[in-house]
């Protein structure tokens, strides 16, 4: 699974479109338009960092496991 799917999957869960993440982004400091960060997951193009931020605002962390 592509993070692409991975974070769609994660807005259905939370019943959030990929404008009110953008909108929320925005209001952290990160302005942010929908077609940027579709760009951005479409074209893999998307950091580390900028990953983290949308899992937190969704209210999920990465965790680390030993395989």
């Known amino acids: 699974m592509s993070i692409r799917e991975d974070i769609k999957m994660l807005l259905a869960q939370k019943a959030m479109t990929m ?3 953008a909108e929320l982004l925005t209001e952290k400091g990160k302005k942010t338009s929908v077609k940027s960060l579709s760009n951005k997951l479409a074209k893999k193009t998307i950091k580390f960092e900028e990953v983290r931020e949308i ?5 999920f962390k990465i965790e680390y496991k030993e395989k």
């Open 19 to 21: 404008t009110k993440l």
């Open 55 to 59: 899992l937190d605002i969704m209210g």
